[in-house]
């Protein structure tokens, strides 16, 4: 078994009905890319089960006009394609969405955790960084 | 009252006031919750939205204000039996797909077909005082209307991903045309049931092109997925005295007017896979006329065997 799938081999051919056949080798796998144009990133361990060949992705869903995009999950597909499908089956099932964003996981770059002190609480008791913290000068108009 | 509810509202109530009537009591109370441009707004926000439901539809019927022909009556009663049975074989996937998406994906799709036919069992039984369970648990076999494809085997999941392609490029072109009946019910049953095939078709044509373009293993799945199901097409194409009468008066059109269509479009899909329209032998059909292939009663054992032992029964 091939565990995760092969990096080298383009995601929408790692497909989950292949399972228990033989794996075919990437380089017999062109035409898939073809197929399938939104591929998504190559497949690779990250965040992936143990048996599933597809990739992972966050999905960021807007609940009405003038909303931003909000987090709301994340999900396995093959590529891009899917994934936006898969998320409005998982995600706006409740009539939660008038759009979705798919993200590949692995392109979100985050902050690190231990690093909470360094990255953010410098910020605290800088009040000076608030509008708030100055008094308004005389006879200034407009503000 | 937010702007989408208003546009949704004025889709379903072209000829009917339905969803005016009978959705106060799930609204009221939500819309506050979310109103549009609330900074607490989340991406989870739950409204259940205005459209047409069978309970919509029940009360008109209760209030005598809509009641088909025996010729309406029982051609609802086909597509809703269309929509029951596939329903009833696509809830066999439910924990059993491939991958949990999927199985939410297919899980979906039961559902629709199920709501399309509980409008339209609601608006049948209404011609002969019977309800939608009445109609869905206790006829038997050979009183069933829908056409053979509808009750294969779910297979494996290419053998389903073929049946669901045939199933909503057909259903598709059936409700857009139904959209247009001279009956108000079924145009409104059919106008919010179009916007779910359309999305059905969606989902099976992304995997018809999957599973045709993936593996050789997929590939010859997917070939073999449409050589067994291909059989039933010609069926959902056919006229009869009903569908000609019915045609005359406006409430649907020939069935096999629909067919170039399909024909097209689903050919479009087969090319873009590099896949051949199996040049297989065309089943006798019978369906519409309560003849059944083997598998039905099989579906029907267990879908009413509930109902059927402890009547009444309800949670």
Redesign the interface.
Same mark, same amino acid.
């Given at each position: 078994m091939a565990p995760h799938g092969n990096p080298e081999a383009p995601a929408? *051919?790692a497909?989950?009905? +292949?399972?228990e056949?033989p794996k075919?080798a990437a380089t017999?796998?062109v035409?898939?890319t073809?197929?399938?144009p939104a591929s998504g990133p190559d497949v690779t361990s990250y965040g992936a089960k143990e048996e599933?060949p597809?990739s992972l992705w966050e999905v960021?869903?807007?609940?009405?006009?003038?909303?931003s995009?909000?987090?709301?999950g994340s999900?396995?597909?093959?590529d891009a *394609?899917?994934a936006l499908? +898969?998320a409005?089956?998982?995600?706006t099932?409740?009539?939660?969405?008038?759009s979705i964003w798919v993200v590949p996981a692995e392109a979100i770059s985050s902050s690190d955790p231990d690093s909470k002190g360094s990255f953010f609480e410098s910020p605290q008791g800088k009040d000076y960084r608030h509008a708030t913290y100055y008094t308004k000068s005389e006879g200034v108009k407009h503000l | 009252m937010?702007t989408?509810d208003v546009s949704t509202k004025d889709v379903t109530t072209k000829d009917t006031d339905f969803a005016i009537e009978g959705h106060g009591d799930i609204s009221v109370g939500v819309h506050g919750a979310?109103a549009?441009?609330d900074g607490s707004?989340?991406?989870?926000?739950?409204?259940?939205?205005n459209a047409l439901r069978p309970e919509d539809i029940a009360l008109e019927i209760s209030r005598g204000q809509v009641k088909p022909t025996d010729d309406v009556a029982e051609f609802a009663l086909r597509i809703g039996d269309d929509g029951l049975i596939l329903a009833q074989r696509l809830g066999h996937w439910i924990s059993r797909a491939?991958?949990?998406?999927?199985d939410?994906?297919l899980g979906?799709i039961a559902l629709d077909q199920l709501g399309h036919a509980r409008s339209f069992l609601t608006y049948a039984g209404a011609a002969w005082g019977k309800s939608e369970d009445d109609l869905a648990y206790f006829r038997r076999e050979h009183e069933f209307r829908s056409a053979h494809l509808f009750e294969q085997p779910n297979g494996?999941?290419?053998v389903t991903i073929a049946r669901q392609f045939i199933v909503s490029f057909y259903q598709f072109e059936l409700y857009t045309k139904l959209m247009e009946s001279t009956d108000p019910t079924i145009a409104a049953i059919s106008a919010k049931a179009v916007k779910e095939v359309d999305?059905h078709r969606?989902?099976s044509a992304?995997w018809v092109?999957?599973?045709?373009?993936?593996?050789?293993?997929?590939r010859a799945?997917i070939i073999q997925g449409f050589k067994l199901v291909w059989p039933y097409v010609d069926e959902l194409f056919e006229d009869d005295e009903l569908t000609t009468r019915l045609a005359e008066a406006g409430v649907t059109v020939q069935p096999s007017s629909l067919r170039a269509e399909f024909d097209r479009l689903t050919g479009n899909i087969m090319a873009?896979?590099e896949l051949e329209v199996p040049g297989v032998p065309q089943s006798l059909g019978g369906g519409r006329r309560g003849k059944h292939s083997e598998f039905l009663g099989y579906i029907l054992a267990e879908m009413q065997v509930l109902a059927r032992e402890h009547p009444g029964a309800s949670w």
């Open positions: 929408s *051919a497909s989950e009905i +292949n399972r056949a075919v017999t796998n035409e898939s073809t197929t399938a599933s597809w960021f869903v807007r609940s009405s006009r003038g909303l995009h909000v987090h709301a999900l396995h597909a093959p *394609a899917m499908r +898969n409005r089956d998982l995600y099932r409740r009539n939660e969405g008038v | 937010t989408e979310g549009s441009g707004a989340s991406a989870t926000r739950i409204t259940p939205g491939p991958e949990l998406e999927e939410i994906a979906n494996d999941f290419a999305y969606d989902h992304q092109l999957r599973l045709a373009g993936g593996t050789d293993e997929s799945r873009e896979a």
